[in-house]
T-cell receptor, first 111, second 113 residues
Framework: TQLLEQSPQFLSIQEGENLTVYCNSSSVFSSLQWYRQEPGEGPVLLVTVVTGGEVKKLKRLTFQFGDARKDSSLHITAAQPGDTGLYLCAGRDNYGQNFVFGPGTRLSVLP | ETGVTQTPRHLVMGMTNKKSLKCEQHLGHNAMYWYKQSAKKPLELMFVYSLEERVENNSVPSRFSPECPNSSHLFLHLHTLQPEDSALYLC????????????FGSGTRLTVV
């Protein structure tokens, strides 16, 4: 069974600061996704990465997939209150058809 | 309507009640999922339907009974639940085997009293 760990578990920062959250596993993933979940809503897909070393940018968000495809990071530049939410990573291995989710990082950006 | 719609948004039920959660997707996806989200635990996959056939059941207790009458609708029938079943129940859909990810509904917040 794959296990995804996310760190930190909680993060509270001021508006304008930069931050990085991490997703780690001992398993190799064929693809990995990041979602953001706001209170009272379901998760919303942000990005999918499939190639080791791949970097994708979505406005102020930068996603990186580790070279060995076992880990990923999400960097947010100049965080805004609208970035507040639960950030979830989800990985799928070469054999599974479904994604396994990590426990998430709960981010709070204070104005 | 577009996306994935779940009803009701909130549900309070007694342990002897029978209720059903409903999910509807208008995205043309061919796979649908039920997830359970509890406090301090990762999203737990409960059931997967692909082309209206159940392809996965992750050791879910029989007091949860899914139904997928067609590719656009998914139900979760609940009976004799326990207080520990209180959670956010999320429905999702996807185009199976593709990398586009899941589209989630807003969830049903279930409280068992």
């Amino acid at each position: 069974t794959q296990l995804l760990e996310q760190s930190p578990q909680f993060l509270s920062i001021q508006e304008g600061e930069n931050l990085t959250v991490y997703c780690n596993s001992s398993s190799v993933f064929s693809s990995l996704q990041w979602y953001r979940q706001e209170p009272g809503e379901g998760p919303v897909l942000l990005v999918t990465v499939v190639t080791g070393g791949e970097v994708k940018k979505l406005k102020r968000l930068t996603f990186q997939f580790g070279d060995a495809r076992k880990d990923s990071s999400l960097h947010i530049t100049a965080a805004q209150p609208g970035d507040t939410g639960l950030y979830l990573c989800a990985g799928r291995d070469n054999y599974g058809q479904n994604f396994v989710f990590g426990p998430g990082t709960r981010l709070s950006v204070l104005p | 309507e577009t996306g994935v719609t779940q009803t009701p948004r909130h549900l309070v039920m007694g342990m002897t009640n029978k209720k059903s959660l409903k999910c509807e997707q208008h995205l043309g996806h061919n796979a649908m999922y039920w997830y359970k989200q509890s406090a301090k635990k990762p999203l737990e996959l409960m059931f997967v339907y692909s082309l209206e056939e159940r392809v996965e059941n992750n050791s879910v207790p029989s007091r949860f009974s899914p139904e997928c009458p067609n590719s656009s609708h998914l139900f979760l029938h609940l009976h004799t639940l326990q207080p520990e079943d209180s959670a956010l129940y999320l429905c999702a859909s996807s185009q199976e085997y593709e990398l586009y990810g899941y589209t989630f509904g807003s969830g049903t917040r279930l409280t068992v009293v």
